[in-house]
């Protein structure tokens, strides 16, 4: 039985993450969930699973919640530390949206729990950290992103001198057809609606801008110890591929499957066992006449090249990028900028920014608040 606590169980991969426990009540038991707000549903995710422990981030909230249940509720980051690294916990599934998502994850790699990591941002904020800690602690982190969950699948145990590049592939996002011309004027409703993943709504607009695949090659550069020009973006857009590694043989592995996240999170959950799934989502290859591949539009997505140029930068550049591009998005969904100044905001940061070293946590949590705080103030001129 494998004891697992879910940070972000309210969230588009947190509820999907239930519901492949749900189907394996054999083989997975939850110890903890933990939600930002939304108490409606982690009461009844609490109610339905009965964890020890449960965090929601407001102290009020956490005590309306207590008064109801026979779990433990705590709150605030001292909760969601607790529930991270409770001693009965085996395994953190990490699905909290953003780099608040940090502190836990290195708290969890502490206390020696393995992870399995939808997270981006953490990563994305602090990779080089976060791996060193996990080398240190002798701790697993298997990727629950469909294309770094690929990319794992097909390096499988392979030597990394035997790798000699990957491709990370990625439909395009709901605006590969769209020209860029009316970008300006586009309507959150318009860019969330993905044309193959269902999301939450941070991560969709991330699909839109195509920062989401920037942010998925800092992930790969660090989850797999890879040289940035080890890795190839493809714009995929049937996405049944999910990723693909070359090997110096010439020999190139794929992972292919049905679009649908409880697929690679019942891998991370399961690894290293390939566990039976009970959705019924297997791959019909009748529906696909066509496999089509090209390269993204850099100009018309310019949050590539932003991504591309933090990670060349290095040190504290990464956080300002992620903090930056957290901010301008939910400024975006919140309708007081326009879709075009995401990609400016954050360009606007990092060339203000006065980069270091990212020797130690302090130097990474001073850039995200620096570049969150910038970006604010450009959100209100
Ligand atoms: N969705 C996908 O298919 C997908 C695929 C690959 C990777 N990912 C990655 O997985 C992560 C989660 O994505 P998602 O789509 O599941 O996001 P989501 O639907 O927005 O859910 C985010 C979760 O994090 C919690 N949360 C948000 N802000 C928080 C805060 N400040 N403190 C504590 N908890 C907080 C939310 O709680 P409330 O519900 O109470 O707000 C919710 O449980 C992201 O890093 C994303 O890039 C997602």
Excluded at 240 to 259: K, P, R, W
Excluded at 326 to 344: H, M
Aim: aromatic share 6%; net charge positive; charged share 25%.
């Amino acid at each position: 039985m494998k004891r697992i606590a879910i940070l972000g169980s309210t969230g588009s991969i947190g509820v999907n993450a239930l519901d492949v426990i749900a189907s394996h009540k054999d083989r997975f038991r939850v110890v903890g969930l933990s939600a930002n707000s939304n108490t409606e549903l982690l009461s009844e995710q609490i109610r339905r699973f009965k964890p020890r422990l449960a965090c929601i981030m407001s102290r009020e909230k956490a005590r309306s919640l207590e008064k109801r249940r026979g779990t433990r509720v705590v709150s605030d980051m001292e909760g969601l530390i607790e529930v991270a690294t409770h001693p009965d916990v085996d395994l953190v599934i990490m699905a909290i949206m953003g780099s608040v998502s940090l502190i836990p994850l290195l708290e969890a790699i502490a206390a020696k729990k393995q992870i399995a990591l939808a997270s981006k941002e953490a990563f994305v904020t602090a990779g080089e950290l976060v791996m060193k800690a996990a080398r240190k602690n002798n701790v697993r982190i298997i990727p629950i992103d469909s294309e770094h969950s690929a990319i794992f699948q097909c390096i499988n145990t392979s030597p990394s001198k035997e790798l000699k590049k990957v491709y990370l592939t990625g439909t395009g996002g709901p605006l590969r057809n769209v020209p860029g011309k009316l970008f300006d004027g586009l309507e959150p409703e318009e860019v969330l609606n993905h044309p193959k993943w269902k999301m939450g709504k941070k991560i969709s607009v991330d699909s839109a801008t195509l920062m989401n695949k920037g942010l998925e090659v800092i992930e790969a550069k660090w989850l797999f110890s890879l040289a940035l020009d080890q890795i190839e973006i493809l714009v995929h857009p049937e996405a049944v591929i999910h990723s693909m590694v070359e090997f110096i043989d010439g020999s190139i592995l794929a992972q292919l499957s049905i679009t649908d996240m409880r697929l690679p999170i019942q891998y991370a959950v399961g690894y290293p066992e390939r566990i039976a799934q009970k959705f019924g989502l297997y791959l019909d290859f009748k529906k696909y006449d066509r496999l089509t591949f090209c390269q993204p539009d850099e100009k018309k997505f310019p949050c590539l090249d932003l991504a591309y140029g933090a990670l060349k930068q290095g040190g504290t550049f990464p956080a300002v990028l992620n903090a930056a591009n957290e901010v301008a998005v939910l400024n975006y969904l919140d309708r007081k900028i326009k879709f075009t100044d995401i990609p400016r905001f954050i360009e606007k940061a990092l060339s203000r920014h006065r980069g270091k070293p990212a020797n130690d946590i302090n130097d990474i949590l001073d850039a995200d608040c620096w570049s969150r705080e910038e970006v604010r103030k450009l959100c209100c001129q």
